[in-house]
């Protein structure tokens, strides 16, 4: 695994240059719990390093770097599950990140269980798009462009109230409705069909909320699926060959329920 690597914080001056805000994220007793846990990982205590880089990942859930340190000791200590949930929510917080998507991918392809993707291509599509930013991104990215527009309406009223719109105020006005769909759809994808990992060894999903129903399928450790519904301890997932069952929640941990993106 060419890319199993630690990941360090950027250099004192590269904060300098972003600013007050970035250098307050990471006060002197952070930066040396991080150091530390580097330490233990090259060091090979990876249980250890893991500890460290799990406490940095709930304290500062927004940044990438701890979680994907977190996924690299997880995966050398055994824990594919674990590890695999640690990249996805590295890369929910750092998208376009080679690395992280290098080892999620790796760390997949090692699992015993595999699910027949059945989506429509154009799903595929859409999911891939979505996962190419963070929430954040696309709400920043919504509102510049509705600035850019209500700046423009404003200046069309004051100076020249009798102008037909062109073709650049119509294309604003397009991209704007785009950008908009594609944030509805980020919506969709953290808050109603919300990612989950299996981080039991194995899980069974069955037709009901409850032991006593009858088993529909199997899934394994490290397996991504859908919560779509929860009820009294059950969550209701969704595969992505299309079948839905209800599995203990407890077997699974959404990727997004430490806040991130």
């Given at each position: 695994?060419?890319?199993?690597?630690?990941?360090?914080?950027?250099?004192?001056?590269?904060?300098?240059?972003?600013?007050?805000?970035?250098?307050l994220?990471?006060?002197?007793?952070?930066?040396q719990?991080?150091?530390s846990?580097?330490q233990?990982?090259?060091?090979?205590?990876?249980?250890?390093?893991?500890?460290?880089?799990?406490?940095?990942?709930?304290?500062?859930?927004?940044?990438?770097?701890f979680?994907?340190?977190?996924?690299?000791s997880?995966?050398?200590?055994?824990?594919?599950?674990?590890?695999?949930l640690?990249?996805?929510r590295?890369?929910?917080?750092?998208p376009?990140?080679?690395?992280?998507?290098?080892?999620?991918?790796?760390?997949?392809?090692?699992?015993?269980?595999?699910?027949?993707?059945?989506?429509?291509w154009?799903?595929?599509?859409?999911?891939?798009?979505?996962?190419?930013?963070?929430?954040?991104?696309?709400?920043?990215?919504?509102?510049v462009l509705?600035?850019?527009?209500?700046s423009?309406?404003?200046?069309?009223?004051?100076?020249?109230?009798?102008?037909?719109?062109?073709?650049?105020?119509?294309?604003?006005?397009?991209?704007?409705?785009?950008?908009?769909?594609?944030?509805?759809?980020?919506?969709?994808?953290?808050?109603?069909?919300?990612?989950?990992?299996?981080?039991?060894?194995?899980?069974?999903?069955?037709y009901?909320?409850?032991?006593?129903?009858?088993?529909?399928?199997?899934?394994?450790?490290?397996?991504?699926?859908?919560?779509?519904?929860?009820?009294?301890?059950?969550?209701r997932?969704?595969?992505?060959n299309?079948?839905?069952?209800?599995?203990?929640?407890?077997d699974?941990?959404e990727?997004?329920?430490?806040g991130?993106?």
């Open positions: 695994m060419k890319r199993l690597r630690l990941r360090r914080l950027a250099a004192t001056s590269v904060l300098v240059l972003i600013g007050a805000g970035y250098a994220a990471y006060p002197e007793s952070a930066r719990q991080f150091e846990a580097n233990l990982y090259e060091s090979g205590d990876y249980a250890k390093a893991a500890e460290q880089y799990r406490s940095l990942s709930e304290s500062y859930s927004e940044e990438g770097v979680f994907y340190n977190l996924g690299n997880l995966f050398r200590t055994g824990k594919t599950g674990e590890a695999i640690a990249y996805e590295a890369r929910a917080a750092s376009r990140d080679p690395d992280i998507r290098f080892n999620l991918t790796y760390t997949k392809s090692l699992l015993e269980y595999h699910i027949d993707d059945k989506r429509n154009y799903l595929k599509v859409l999911e891939d798009l979505l996962n190419f930013a963070t929430r954040r991104e696309l709400f920043l990215l919504v509102l509705y600035f850019i527009f209500a423009a309406w404003a200046l069309k009223i004051y100076f020249k109230p009798g102008l037909p719109w062109g073709w650049r105020r119509k294309t604003l006005v397009y991209l704007m409705l785009f950008s908009l769909s594609v944030f509805g759809a980020k919506h969709v994808q953290t808050d109603i069909f919300c990612g989950a990992i299996v981080t039991t060894d194995e899980t069974q999903g069955r009901g909320p409850s032991m006593d129903d009858r088993a529909a399928f199997k899934l394994g450790e490290g397996l991504k699926v859908y919560v779509i519904a929860r009820r009294h301890g059950w969550s997932v969704m595969l992505t299309g079948e839905t069952g209800w599995v203990p929640s407890s699974i941990t990727i997004l329920g430490t991130t993106a």
